[in-house]
């Protein structure tokens, strides 16, 4: 019997069921291959001893014959020829390189030499390999919340399973808002109402079997979103600017593209644009002399949104220059003159306005009386203790200013006052000082026993007073302003060297009296005791 006869008869045996069955021949399958390289479908026998091994394939409709080994040799199929090699010691079957049409069921039948029979069956499932993977997308850039993107991820290549990441996250469908689609060569991810973080990216879409993977390149698409809530800075602005300051209006927003921002002036659009409103572009305008609202508006040009800020609120004040203190230029004099201060500005708004005397709030009273609104004050019959320095203060929300006016009163002089030694001892020294308030100073003159001396000053000094200076010393106190003089007297007596020796002092010798009359109360005392203890003789 030639070869294909025995392969002939036993193909016919297999499929007629008297095979012993077909343990223990082939492994599990389907075995995976890729188009153009080769493939070996390996048995499980060891060192079997055989009579002949036959393969052959079925695509499922039609059984065809690929080889038979009997004797050490084989013979290949005319449709195999060149693309088949069987292993004569175990059956093993290589077959390639691999067409797409090998994909299919491929049996074995074994007949042993004691005439016993195996058969078995294992699938081949000829991949293609994996390629052009590509991502593609509906629309080239979208709105976030409002566009629905598609993505569909194509390649080449067979049994494909795809998946999707952003950048190393992977893609989830939720089976609401994003969806996945997949068949045989595609996969479609749908995202609807998509978010500016779905497609940060790098997105790419994985394609793979069993045998190969590959990788999209990294797709990025550009969600335009926002102007999200938009901040001006700052916030709280003071309720008054001072004008001329370098202050300014900032305002944000996140936004893609990058927002245009407009400025409003209550409510009217002013022509100012850009994220930054200048005081100097709003005293430009005329704004700024009542308080007024702004506001920034920040548009998005894809979104075509346009959103507000907060209101912020504020008027623009002059600031207080100028500050000038004015006063009487006359000669005062207390008890016969008055005084008029007034404070003026030349330049701001004043709202504010403090008097000081001395650095202590000057108060009203029945000589001090304010005009209603604080620009002067008047004082009427000026005293002494008017003298002074005068601080207006002027000050609105954005700034103070001050001016201060001396004032002058003359007065005086008050009563002389002389003071110094009434009793002297030859060749002592005598300072005599004599003291009169008075604005100005008061000028002095001495007189002794009313004989006017050339002592024009506050002290009188003798070095080396006689007898003869004994006597009444008078001191004139004299004001060229006010006419007015006052005068004390003292009256000086020189005495003989230790004339004016003390001695004991009055203390001393009221302590020695107050000693002696204790010391004798003491004696009568003691004396009185011993009486008492010593009996005394009766004459009798």
Same mark, same amino acid.
């Given at each position: ?19 012993? %069955? ?25 060192? +079997?001893?055989?009579? &002949? ?7 499922? *409709?039609?059984?065809? @014959? ?5 004797? %050490?040799?084989? !013979? ?85 399973? $795809? ?37 940060? %990216?790098?997105?790419?879409?994985? =394609? ?20 999200? *809530? ?16 370098? $202050? ?8 893609? +593209? ?27 305008? !005329?704004? /700024?002399?009542?308080? %007024?609202?702004?506001?920034? !508006? ?15 609120? $504020?008027?623009?004040?002059?600031? #207080?220059? /100028? ?10 004099? =207390? ?34 009386? $304010? ?32 001016? *201060? ?24 020294? &005598? ?10 100073? *008061? ?74 009359? #204790? ?5 009568? /005392? ?11 003789? @009766?004459?009798?």
């Amino acid at each position: 019997m030639d070869l294909f006869s025995v392969k002939t008869l036993l193909v016919l045996l297999y499929f007629t069921g008297c095979c012993v %069955g077909q343990d223990d021949i082939l492994p599990d399958g389907p075995v995976d291959a890729i188009v153009g390289r080769n493939v070996t479908l390996k048995t499980l026998l060891k060192n +079997p001893t055989f009579m &002949v091994v036959t393969w052959s394939y079925s695509d499922g *409709a039609e059984l065809a @014959s690929i080889v038979a080994v009997a004797q %050490g040799s084989f !013979k290949v199929s005319e449709a195999y020829e060149g693309r088949v090699w069987v292993n004569v010691t175990n059956g093993d079957l290589t077959l390639g390189p691999l067409k797409a049409t090998d994909s299919g069921d491929y049996s074995i039948s074994v007949t042993f030499s004691d005439l016993s029979t195996k058969a078995a069956e294992i699938k081949l499932q000829v991949l293609e390999p994996v390629s052009d993977v590509v991502i593609k997308s509906n629309m080239p850039e979208a709105i976030e919340n409002n566009s629905t993107v598609i993505l569909t991820c194509s390649a080449k290549g067979s049994f494909l399973k $795809f998946t999707w990441t952003n950048g190393t996250a992977p893609i989830v469908a939720d089976g609401k808002r994003i969806t996945l689609k997949e068949d045989e060569k595609s996969s479609m991810l749908t995202i609807t109402g998509v978010l500016r973080t779905d497609l940060v %990216g790098p997105i790419v879409c994985t =394609a793979a079997n069993k045998l190969e993977t590959e990788k999209s390149a990294a797709f990025n698409m550009t969600v335009y979103y926002g102007p999200d *809530a938009v901040a001006i800075t700052p916030p709280n602005p003071p309720p008054f600017l001072r004008a001329g300051s370098n $202050f300014s209006l900032s305002c944000a927003a996140q936004s893609s +593209p990058p927002a245009t921002f407009a400025w409003y002036h209550n409510n009217t659009m002013m022509e100012a644009a850009g994220p930054v409103l200048t005081l100097e572009t709003i005293e430009k305008h !005329k704004f /700024g002399k009542t308080t %007024g609202e702004y506001t920034c !508006k920040a548009a998005n040009a894809k979104t075509m949104m346009t959103v507000s800020s907060p209101v912020v609120s $504020f008027a623009v004040m002059d600031p #207080i220059t /100028g500050v000038k203190v004015s006063g009487p230029t006359e000669t005062l004099i =207390a008890g016969n003159s008055s005084a008029n201060i007034s404070c003026m500005a030349t330049a701001g708004s004043v709202q504010t306005t403090t008097w000081l005397k001395d650095g202590t709030p000057l108060a009203a009273s029945a000589r001090v009386v $304010f005009a209603a609104d604080l620009s002067s004050v008047m004082i009427s019959t000026l005293q002494k203790e008017d003298n002074g320095e005068y601080v207006c203060q002027l000050s609105n929300p954005v700034n103070k200013e001050q001016a *201060a006016y001396k004032m002058v009163v003359n007065y005086g002089p008050e009563p002389v006052t002389v003071t110094g030694a009434e009793a002297v001892e030859v060749h002592d020294t &005598v300072l005599l000082k004599c003291a009169a308030a008075s604005v100005p100073p *008061a000028s002095f003159t001495w007189k002794f026993n009313g004989t006017v001396t050339d002592v024009k000053t506050a002290e009188f000094s003798i070095e080396d007073p006689k007898y003869k200076n004994s006597g009444t010393y008078m001191c004139e106190a004299y004001n060229a302003v006010t006419g007015k003089t006052t005068s004390a007297s003292h009256f000086l007596s020189v005495k003989e060297e230790g004339a004016l020796d003390e001695g004991l002092s009055d203390g001393a010798i009221a302590g020695i009296v107050i000693a002696v009359l #204790i010391a004798l109360g003491a004696a009568i /005392g003691v004396i009185i005791w011993c009486r008492q203890k010593v009996p005394v003789e @009766s004459p009798y």
